[in-house]
């Protein structure tokens, strides 16, 4: 199984914590900002469709998406963010994708250096480690919330390309461009999701036990904590009866 994805479910059910501290709301409105720079009609820009479906499913009120959006595109002064990705290696060589919305580079690019090498990793430079991942829609459903037969009945009839067991959880797998298909497939089904994103799906994982495994992890959750931090990826795979001693 992957750890990656487990562990991704796990975080999804200690997502009340982060909520309370506002971080959901704030990379949620990043997020549309970003977006909102190709056009303000969701209609007619993918992305942003795409974060405030996100921004929605989190309960965030219309008023605050609008203000998103508004400032998105200059209509609501705002602070400007920029987008970077930092690629490294994290502990026993595992692969890592850091993707941020920062107003200020130069703090930012600081603080992610020195986590990775605080957490045993160290940072690479530009495409050292993102040709190990490839573009996905990615959505999470936990086990209990669907049967195989009847999802993979659904899910690729609506365009996806793979049902993956993760632990005893479900991982639908889709092009980018049909994400919107196969989660309006899944609403109209009423079938709950822990997550529905576009990013970025390891092509081959790396084992981690032990030390390596309980740093990895610490990295993982500092880089998740981040305020700047919108998303982070990684290859890691961890033994699940592991991965919940350490969670």
Do not use: C
């Amino acid at each position: 199984m992957s750890g990656h994805s487990k562990w991704a479910t796990i975080k999804h059910k200690k997502g009340a914590l982060d909520a309370k501290r506002g971080k959901i709301f704030t990379r949620l409105i990043k997020e549309i900002m970003i977006a909102a720079r190709g056009g303000g009609n969701p209609d007619m820009n993918p992305r942003l469709r795409t974060a405030v479906a996100a921004a929605k499913a989190e309960s965030m009120p219309a008023d605050n998406i609008k203000r998103a959006i508004m400032r998105g595109t200059g209509e609501l002064e705002g602070a400007t963010m920029e987008e970077y990705t930092y690629e490294g290696y994290g502990p026993g060589g595992a692969a890592v994708l850091v993707n941020v919305a920062t107003d200020n580079k130069n703090r930012t690019v600081s603080e992610i250096r020195h986590a990775f090498g605080k957490f045993g990793g160290n940072m690479g430079t530009e495409g050292s480690v993102s040709w190990m991942f490839e573009r996905k829609s990615i959505i999470l459903i936990e086990g209990e919330n669907a049967a195989e037969d009847a999802l993979m009945d659904l899910v690729l009839n609506a365009g996806a390309e793979d049902l993956r067991n993760d632990g005893g959880n479900w991982t639908v797998i889709s092009a980018p461009e049909a994400h919107d298909a196969v989660v309006e497939a899944l609403r109209a089904a009423k079938i709950e999701t822990a997550s529905a994103e576009v990013g970025m799906l390891p092509k081959n994982l790396t084992k981690l036990e032990g030390k390596q495994a309980t740093g990895m992890l610490k990295l993982n959750d500092f880089f998740e904590e981040h305020d700047d931090v919108q998303s982070v990826y990684s290859n890691f795979d961890i033994d699940e009866s592991e991965l919940e001693s350490l969670s």
